[in-house]
């Protein structure tokens, strides 16, 4: 199995110290109910809505450009109320992917522009292929893929897709390398926000040399020491 580097520009990311890449263009509402147990990846345009209730997301679980997670909801006594999202370890979902799961289990492989709609379950090593949409409250067996709209069983998997997924994720991660040519900025300006300041500062790399009260360049006279 091999798998071609993928660069980033380490200027856009957050690492964590338990190596989780974060993409600075993607959205974490409620960051506080968000965990990430470890070496995932969240790349741009990722909305994460850790605000409505707990996010759990396992080790070395790739979420791709443009997925909304978003925990599902079920109705109490007339009130809306959303159930905690916990997702697996060794976990990919492709890009543009609506997750509003119940729960997602390890290695699980879930392919772009799928909709996993609120309540479903979907359990250990299982595969989700491109454009499914997968009705609510639907369980997703382990070692079956389920494709389609609305998606339905389509086959087995071999015994042997763990390993593979475990392996697939772990490469993917271990290719996901900052740009060894990062880029070079236009002009010298640099935008700093101090942290006494409410505004950003504008710094330039340039150095002014401070005229003296006798030289000819000063028209202001100098002023007189009280003494």
Request: charged letters at 15%; aromatic letters at 6%.
């Amino acid at each position: 199995m091999q798998e071609k580097p993928r660069y980033y520009e380490k200027s856009q990311y957050i690492e964590t110290l338990n190596g989780n890449k974060v993409s600075k263009n993607s959205m974490l509402c409620g960051i506080m109910n968000i965990r990430l147990h470890g070496k995932t990846i969240i790349r741009p345009s990722v909305i994460i809505r850790g605000d409505l209730a707990n996010v759990n997301i396992g080790r070395l679980t790739i979420i791709s450009e443009g997925t909304v997670i978003r925990p599902s909801y079920k109705k109490f006594k007339g009130a809306i109320m959303y159930l905690p999202l916990n997702i697996g370890d060794h976990v990919v979902v492709g890009e543009g992917s609506v997750i509003s799961a119940a729960s997602i289990g390890s290695y699980v492989q879930i392919g772009k522009n799928c909709v996993i709609s609120k309540r479903c379950i979907l359990k250990d090593c299982c595969v989700i292929p491109d454009d499914t949409i997968l009705a609510p409250d639907t369980v997703v067996p382990p070692f079956t893929s389920y494709g389609g709209n609305p998606g339905v069983y389509q086959e087995d998997l071999p015994d042997s897709f763990e390993q593979y997924q475990k392996e697939y994720t772990t490469l993917l991660y271990e290719n996901f390398i900052p740009n060894p040519t990062p880029s070079i900025p236009t002009t010298s300006s640099t935008l700093k926000l101090l942290p006494t300041q409410t505004s950003p500062i504008l710094t330039t790399s340039r150095t002014t040399t401070p005229i003296s009260p006798l030289s000819p360049g000063n028209t202001s006279p100098p002023i007189p020491s009280l003494k």
